[in-house]
């Protein structure tokens, strides 16, 4: 019987390692250039956690089991509640502003498709302790910043945001009522994607408030919403004005943010979002723990990867190694070893065939390792411990002393 990764797993061959290293280490350098501490929680937490505080869509996708203590358990779908239940552990003895970020992997029993997976990379970076809006304009910065770093830029994403508190103030100017609310707030947040969005909203509002509703996401009235103003107004400060738009059909699927809110998309608009976040104030005191107000988001790593390569910016393979150490007969391989050896502890990226094998092949697994340059210990060169440095590129040779040999 032959065995496939499950539906909706991805298994990692080199080559796609390299793209998800090469994407990680945008996000890492993104979040510590702006003084974010890298934290990490459990794989596994109670059912309840994500049950009660991820919202109906999340809860719904958990993949869940009962452990053998009879205990209730899932896998993580997002790292918020984690995040949440940490800070609030331990709060009083953090000093303020808390910024943390991570780079974990989660789990959703999702419809495969395009963009989605079961199982995906998600870099998280939140902000706990402050209010003010300029945290929220920074966080979006350090977003971008990262998707600048792997070369995109305001032609090709954009940032749409918009502001729970500012949808809320003006449904109620629609007469929309509390207890509707969240239905006509799930409805504008499908109407980009689920045609019947648009008939939802008709029948629940009538044809005049679904039409004003419409409208508003055609043309954000930007004159009334003074909610969104000092995250725009930050935003500008960040140098973010060529990527951010407001945006009222941007409501967030997850039930605990209380103010701004915003998702990165691609400016053709061919995928699903590649990150989304917001103002979460609640999220903490609500697991009981202190009353701190907080903001982050999450930038999937799917999403992420299909318009780096639709867009031909994949990140490159910096090969295997930098020198590939080929010794010239059987009797120098032992002190091929030893070249091999020293370049090694003063960390350049060395490999060599420990095989006997003529130097034609040699330089042909030379080339396959991706290496630019190739060490040929031979032995007259040997003999005034020197050896021959080829750039594999051009064919230029030199004599060189081992400890003369540079990363490149
Ligand atoms: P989210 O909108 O559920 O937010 O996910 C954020 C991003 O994760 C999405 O825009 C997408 O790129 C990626 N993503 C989500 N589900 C999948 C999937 N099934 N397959 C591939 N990629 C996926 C959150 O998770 C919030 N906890 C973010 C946050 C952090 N808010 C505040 N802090």
């Known amino acids: 019987m032959r065995f496939k990764p499950l539906t909706g797993f991805r298994d990692f061959y080199p080559a796609e390692m390299v793209i998800r290293r090469g994407i990680e280490a945008a996000w890492h350098r993104a979040a510590q250039n702006a003084g974010f501490e890298e934290f990490d929680g459990p794989v596994l937490e109670s059912f309840e956690l994500f049950a009660a505080k991820s919202g109906e869509e999340i809860a719904g996708q958990l993949y869940t ?43 959703r029993y999702e419809r495969p498709q395009r963009g989605r997976g079961r199982e995906f990379y998600q870099w998280n970076v ?7 809006p300029a945290s929220d304009a920074e966080v979006i910065s350090v977003a971008v910043d990262a998707l600048k ?132 104030d609640e999220l903490i005191k609500s ?57 090694r502890a003063r960390s350049l990226r060395a490999d060599g065939p420990n095989a006997a094998i003529k130097l034609g092949k040699a330089l042909k697994l030379a080339a396959q390792s991706g290496a630019t340059r190739a060490v040929i210990v031979g032995p007259d060169e040997w003999s005034n411990t020197q050896v021959k440095l080829r750039d594999l590129n051009s064919g230029d040779e030199s004599v060189v002393n081992v400890e003369e040999i540079e990363r490149s």
Do not use: H
Request: include cysteine; aromatic fraction near 8%.
């Open 65 to 107: 089991f009962t452990d053998k203590g009879d205990r209730q358990v899932a896998m993580r779908p997002e790292m918020t509640p984690t995040l949440a239940r940490m800070v609030g552990a331990r709060a009083n003895g953090l000093p303020k502003p808390i910024k943390w970020y991570c780079v974990p992997q989660f789990f």
């Open 126 to 132: 939140d902000v706990i302790g402050s209010a003010d």
């Open 287 to 343: 697991l009981g723990g202190p009353d701190l107000p907080a903001i982050g988001f999450g930038m999937g790593d799917v999403v992420l990867t299909e318009l780096l390569r639709d867009k031909g910016k994949l990140p490159e393979d910096p090969g295997r190694v930098d020198v590939f150490v080929i010794p010239v007969g059987d009797e120098m391989r032992g002190p091929a070893r030893r070249v091999i050896t020293q370049l």
């Open 149 to 280: 770093a792997l070369g995109l830029t305001a032609d090709d994403i954009v940032v749409r945001l918009n502001d729970r508190r500012f949808l809320s103030r003006m449904l109620k100017t629609l007469d929309v009522d509390e207890a509707t609310e969240p239905e006509v707030l799930a409805s504008i947040d499908k109407l980009e994607r689920d045609p019947a969005a648009v008939k939802k909203l008709e029948e629940r509002l009538g044809s005049k408030r679904a039409e004003k509703i419409l409208s508003w996401c055609e043309r954000f009235p930007i004159d009334e919403a003074d909610e969104l103003k000092p995250v725009l107004e930050a935003c500008e400060d960040f140098g973010l004005g060529a990527f951010v738009e407001a945006d009222f059909r941007i409501v967030r699927g997850l039930a605990y943010y209380t103010g701004p809110v915003w998702e990165i998309f691609d400016r053709a608009r061919s995928l699903r979002a590649i990150a989304g976040g917001g103002r979460y």
